[in-house]
């Protein structure tokens, strides 16, 4: 993952950005950034030519309270055979959220702010257990993303709250741990979260 990290980097240098990804959690496409910038929307473009596809940016004290704000809502009424993973989608690009999106096949939604959808995926279990059915993974977060896209318009990718979390939590530990691995830049001042549009990080960096 460093390699993949250090390669971005260097994408983001040769584009004359003072941005650089900080911290990561796994291949999941979620990062912390450091930037000289403020101003998010230059961020998401510079970080969306590096990364090779579009990504939603904000502060991470902005996502932290998200996070919270997610942790509050009340689970949808349990179905036998699946599981409600607790998550959010983020505004890319386009139209803002101004209505709840309805429940789908996929999942059940509730509204934290225009730019951002909490959301419960419905995940299938395997016959007889508790873990995940993983031949049966419904589309993922690919398709809360897209079923909130279709409901409001515009462009959103969502993840797993514990793995945004995890993030966080990794970040705020030791700020700087990662940074030094993968960057020789001085440190910007600027702590931004990322959400890349593709989950797979790794996949789509090496294609």
């Not at 999942?107 to 049966?136: C, M, Q, S």
Request: aromatic share 8%; hydrophobic share 40%; charged share 25%.
């Amino acid at each position: 993952m460093e390699d993949c990290v250090r390669a971005t980097n260097q994408r983001l240098s040769l584009l004359h950005s003072r941005t650089r990804i900080a911290d990561w959690y796994y291949g999941t496409g979620n990062f912390v950034v450091r930037a000289s910038d403020n101003n998010r929307l230059r961020l998401a473009d510079e970080l969306s030519l590096a990364l090779g596809s579009p990504c939603a940016v904000l502060r991470v004290e902005e996502l932290d309270a998200r996070l919270a704000l997610a942790k509050k809502a009340v689970s949808p009424p349990s179905e036998l055979g699946f599981r409600w993973t607790r998550g959010i989608a983020f505004w890319v690009s386009g139209k803002p959220c101004t209505v709840t999106p309805k429940p789908t096949a996929h999942g059940v939604f509730f509204p934290i702010n225009p730019y951002t959808v909490g959301a419960f995926k419905k995940d299938r279990l395997a016959e007889g257990k508790k873990t995940l059915d993983k031949e049966n993974r419904g589309g993922g977060w690919s398709a809360i993303s897209a079923d909130i896209a279709k409901a409001v318009g515009g462009t959103w990718t969502s993840r797993a709250l514990d793995r945004l979390g995890r993030l966080l939590l990794n970040w705020c530990q030791n700020p700087t741990s990662r940074l030094r691995t993968v960057t020789t830049e001085p440190r910007a001042v600027n702590a931004f979260t990322v959400v890349h549009t593709k989950a797979n990080f790794i996949e789509r960096v090496t294609a």
